[in-house]
């Protein structure tokens, strides 16, 4: 089994910035999507940025452009969320996904909630104006 722990939420001022890590508990090997998704109660949990190991594709939301960034360390078998100029609407549980590797498996795949086999159980960021 594959754990996935997310930390480096917290309270920030609107502008400013965090930087969240997941971590995952063993290397997957293979070509598949990483995910870091949003959600706040009574809505839908939104991806907002995404990556494909089989060519190093990144994908972002369009309401976090130009804002976020997402990387990743092999050697720590960490996925991370770079957060700068931070806003309000931000505010939301952070959680980090992996897709089960599939001979399928696309980038065009990755913005898609329901095609993630593992998740984290989310880091809750909040951000004040």
């Known amino acids: 089994q594959v754990q996935l722990v997310e930390s480096g939420g917290g309270p920030v001022q609107a502008g400013g910035s965090l930087r969240l890590s997941c971590e995952a508990s063993t290397y997957i090997y293979g070509s598949y999507c990483l995910g870091w998704f949003r959600q706040v109660p009574g809505k839908e949990r939104e991806a907002v940025a995404y990556f494909y190991t089989g060519s190093g594709y990144k994908g972002y939301a369009d309401s976090v452009k130009g804002r976020f960034t997402i990387s990743r360390d092999f050697a720590k078998n960490t996925l991370y969320l770079q957060m700068n100029s931070l806003k309000p609407e931000d505010t939301s549980m952070y959680y980090c996904?992996?897709?089960?590797?599939?001979?399928?498996?696309?980038?065009?795949?990755?913005?898609?909630?329901?095609?993630?086999?593992?998740w984290g159980q989310g880091t809750q960021v909040t951000v004040s104006s």
């Open positions: 996904a992996a897709e089960l590797p599939d001979i399928n498996s696309s980038y065009s795949r990755c913005a898609s909630r329901g095609i993630y086999k593992y």
